[in-house]
Nanobody
Framework: VQLVESGGGMVQPGGSLRLSCAAS????????MTWYRQAPGKEREWVAHISNTGSTTNYADFVKGRFTISRDNTKNTVYLQMSSLKPEDTAVYYC???????????WGQGTQVTVSS
């Protein structure tokens, strides 16, 4: 199993970024996927979740209305569209395949997002 994030970078407050997570080594369409983030000196926190078909999404309150999670099962990729970014969104963003039945969870290596003027 491999999860590879991309799309991070530096952006000004109010700007947008789209993160991607390319998955391989498992049947992507069978698994829900999530995004987490970890800011310096803070614990990792859950950001968003999408069901295996993409029909259901959930968001942490602090990103509702600003971030959108989506997926393309034909490309084995999950996305996180981030808009109206704030300095407090600065963090390393991680893609995660949650555990399911007897199968463990997996994490990507993370991609840095910095929101600063």
């Amino acid at each position: 199993v491999q999860l590879v994030e991309s799309g991070g970078g530096m952006v000004q407050p109010g700007g947008s970024l789209r993160l991607s997570c390319a998955a391989s080594g498992f049947i992507f369409s069978r698994y829900a996927m999530t995004w987490y983030r970890q800011a310096p000196g803070k614990e990792r926190e859950w950001v968003a979740h999408i069901s295996n078909t993409g029909s259901t999404t959930n968001y942490a309150d602090f990103v509702k209305g600003r971030f959108t999670i989506s997926r393309d099962n034909t490309k084995n990729t999950v996305y996180l569209q981030m808009s109206s970014l704030k300095p407090e969104d600065t963090a390393v963003y991680y893609c995660n395949r949650p555990p399911m039945s007897d199968y463990p969870e997996y994490w990507g290596q993370g991609t840095q997002v910095t929101v600063s003027s």
